[in-house]
């Protein structure tokens, strides 16, 4: 790696997300609507430079803004190990990280990150084998991993990891984001959920996603705001803008706490984010649009 190398690591949505049943395994089966925005943190990788401590420059140095989470946790830090037990050819980099995303807010940012470190190294070594080597050792590092390394408006199966039909239609589409000032813990809200659904839309999701989207649903919702009120107040705030016409979807994006609005044009979206601004000063909001 002669030169640097930034990659972008894209926030994602759950335009639903469905809760099929509890497994024998523990974990859920889920259905759910990933799609990626053109806001997100971004990866600077440059080579190694000689450090005092030596192990730690064979294996690469991270530069992360959160003190609070300690590196050997770091789904950048982990993925980077991974991939580089896959290829030992691949250079231990510096990575830099401009972060942009919060935490708990249920954007993907830590899987984001991790499969940015995936592309890095699919840059590197593009050769279909080592792509599909790659992608298998980081994939059980989070749920969102296998669509975080797709990339693509498409409903996903399984516990996240298997992938279903791709969604055309949505790409452009205005989005406003709103996050309270707490998040939500994930296992939490699981362990909050009544019963799961076994039920979805009956779709196949074959029809234009304005046709069937206001069918679905996010079954974490309920249960995310018993732990957070704040996400009903935030929820409350964006439907005033389906109400209006302006915007035609109001949801949570998974365990929370981030929620969402799609609107029809940009300009009814950024006169909402100068609203929310002024009324919610303390809590996050940005305006984007899905890739």
Same mark, same amino acid.
Not at 237 to 263: N, P
């Given at each position: 790696?002669?030169?640097?190398?930034?990659?972008?690591?894209?926030?994602?949505?759950?335009?639903?997300?469905?809760?099929?049943?509890?497994?024998?395994?523990?974990?859920?089966?889920?259905?759910?609507?990933?799609?990626?925005?053109?806001?997100?943190?971004?990866?600077?990788?440059?080579?190694?430079?000689?450090?005092?401590?030596?192990?730690?420059?064979?294996?690469?140095?991270?530069?992360?803004?959160?003190?609070?989470?300690?590196?050997?946790?770091?789904?950048?830090?982990?993925?980077?190990?991974?991939?580089?037990?896959?290829?030992?050819?691949?250079?231990?980099?510096?990575?830099?990280?401009?972060?942009?995303?919060?935490?708990?807010?249920?954007?993907?940012?830590?899987?984001?990150?991790?499969?940015?470190?995936?592309?890095?190294?699919?840059?590197?070594?593009?050769?279909?084998?080592?792509? /599909?080597?790659?992608? @298998?050792?980081?994939?059980?590092?989070? +749920?969102?991993? &296998? !669509?975080?390394?797709? =990339?693509?408006? %498409?409903?996903?199966?399984?516990?996240?990891?298997?992938?279903?039909?791709?969604?055309?239609?949505?790409?452009?589409?205005?989005?406003?984001?709103?996050?309270?000032?707490?998040?939500?813990?994930?296992?939490?809200?699981?362990?909050?959920?009544? /019963?799961?659904?076994? @039920?979805?839309?009956?779709?196949?999701? +074959?029809?234009? &996603? !304005?046709?069937?989207? =206001?069918?679905? %649903?996010?079954?974490?919702?309920?249960?995310?705001?018993?732990?957070?009120?704040?996400?009903?107040?935030?929820?409350?705030?964006?439907?005033?803008?389906?109400?209006?016409?302006?915007?035609?979807?109001?949801?949570?994006?998974?365990?929370?706490?981030?929620?969402?609005?799609?609107?029809?044009?940009?300009?009814?979206?950024?006169?909402?984010?100068?609203?929310?601004?002024?009324?919610?000063?303390?809590?996050?909001?940005?305006?984007?649009?899905?890739?």
């Amino acid at each position: 790696m002669s030169v640097p190398v930034t990659v972008f690591a894209p926030a994602k949505l759950n335009l639903f997300l469905h809760v099929l049943g509890r497994r024998v395994d523990g974990y859920h089966d889920l259905e759910s609507l990933f799609v990626f925005l053109d806001i997100g943190d971004h990866l600077h990788f440059e080579a190694s430079s000689p450090v005092a401590d030596s192990s730690r420059s064979a294996e690469g140095v991270l530069h992360f803004p959160d003190p609070d989470i300690p590196q050997q946790q770091n789904l950048i830090w982990q993925a980077l190990q991974r991939v580089r037990v896959v290829e030992p050819r691949l250079p231990a980099p510096v990575i830099r990280v401009d972060k942009s995303l919060p935490l708990q807010a249920g954007l993907g940012g830590g899987s984001a990150d991790a499969a940015a470190v995936v592309h890095w190294a699919e840059s590197l070594f593009p050769s279909p084998d080592h792509r /599909a080597d790659f992608r @298998t050792a980081v994939a059980d590092l989070g +749920a969102d991993l &296998p !669509p975080a390394m797709d =990339g693509r408006a %498409r409903i996903w199966r399984g516990t996240g990891d298997v992938p279903g039909r791709l969604i055309p239609g949505l790409s452009g589409t205005p989005v406003l984001l709103l996050k309270p000032d707490s998040g939500v813990s994930t296992a939490a809200c699981f362990q909050q959920l009544n /019963a799961p659904s076994a @039920t979805t839309t009956g779709s196949d999701y +074959a029809a234009p &996603p !304005p046709e069937w989207l =206001g069918k679905t %649903r996010n079954d974490l919702e309920a249960s995310a705001r018993a732990l957070n009120p704040m996400i009903g107040e935030a929820l409350t705030a964006l439907s005033v803008h389906v109400e209006t016409d302006d915007a035609w979807l109001v949801r949570m994006t998974g365990s929370g706490s981030t929620c969402f609005a799609l609107f029809h044009e940009k300009g009814p979206r950024d006169a909402a984010l100068n609203s929310v601004q002024q009324r919610f000063p303390d809590w996050w909001s940005a305006a984007a649009e899905i890739l």
